[in-house]
């Protein structure tokens, strides 16, 4: 069975630190894709990123940035010079691309990040 | 603008009483989901639906129905609401299911029966 894991349920970091957020996953599939999403607190859901699971080139997008490791089966999310404006929730997920599979998104449980100014 | 549209944002309601919350999408998506999200638990899929007339399952589909009946809308019906069905709800589309595009997702049903 698909499993995602974030360890981190709540991180609190002051402006400007950078942060890393943990993402874990388990499936026995070998082609797959893995997403994140950011939950702000006025609850709608905001798509970060999507990568498959033969691409495993890190990814930068203005100060965020994500490590894909196949051989440790995660996907961290990392965030350079934090804003308040980062303080949100964020979900990693896992989707397989497994013919007769439940189309869906695995989630996580989520990393509450928080940014003090 | 592409856009998934859910209503009502919020509802409270009581017990038994029976509601949908609707979900609309402007998108000619062929796949549409509904997810609930609560605390601890993180997103957890609750009836998905491939085309139009064809839908099935998720992980926690106790106590819900859908119908599409046209492909831009996916309405989640509950006919008997019980307070464990206190959650917010998220409809998603995509264009060939999760695995080839992201999800958009609607703004969230804030659903609290009492």
């Known amino acids: 069975a698909q499993k995602v894991t974030q360890a981190q349920t709540e991180i609190s970091v002051v402006e400007k630190e950078d942060v890393t957020l943990d993402c874990v996953y388990e499936?026995?599939?070998?082609?797959?894709?893995l997403f994140w999403y950011k939950q702000p607190p006025s609850g709608e859901l905001v798509f970060l990123i999507r990568r498959n699971s033969f691409d495993e080139q890190n990814e930068i997008s203005g100060r965020y940035s994500w490590n894909f490791q196949k051989s440790t089966s995660s996907f961290n999310f990392t965030i350079t010079a934090s804003q308040v404006v980062d303080s949100a929730v964020y979900f990693c997920a896992l989707s397989l691309h497994s013919g007769g599979s439940n189309y869906k998104l695995t989630f996580g449980k989520g990393t509450l990040l928080t940014v003090n100014p | 603008e592409a856009q998934v549209t859910q209503n009502p944002r919020y509802l409270i309601t009581v017990t038994g009483k029976k509601l949908t919350v609707t979900c609309s999408q402007n998108?000619?998506?062929?796949?549409m989901s509904w997810y609930r999200q609560d605390p601890g638990l993180g997103l957890r899929q609750i009836y998905y639906s491939m085309n139009v007339e064809v839908t099935d399952k998720g992980d926690v589909p106790e106590g819900y129905k859908v119908s599409r009946k046209e492909k831009r809308n996916f309405p989640l019906i509950l006919e008997s609401p019980s307070p464990n069905q206190t959650s917010l709800y998220f409809c998603?589309?995509?264009?060939?299911?999760?695995?080839?595009?992201?999800?958009?997702f609607g703004q969230g049903t804030r659903l609290t029966v009492v």
């Open positions: 998108m000619n998506h062929e796949y």
């Open positions: 499936t026995r599939d070998t082609t797959y894709y």
């Open positions: 998603a589309s995509s264009r060939q299911g999760a695995i080839f595009t992201e999800a958009f």
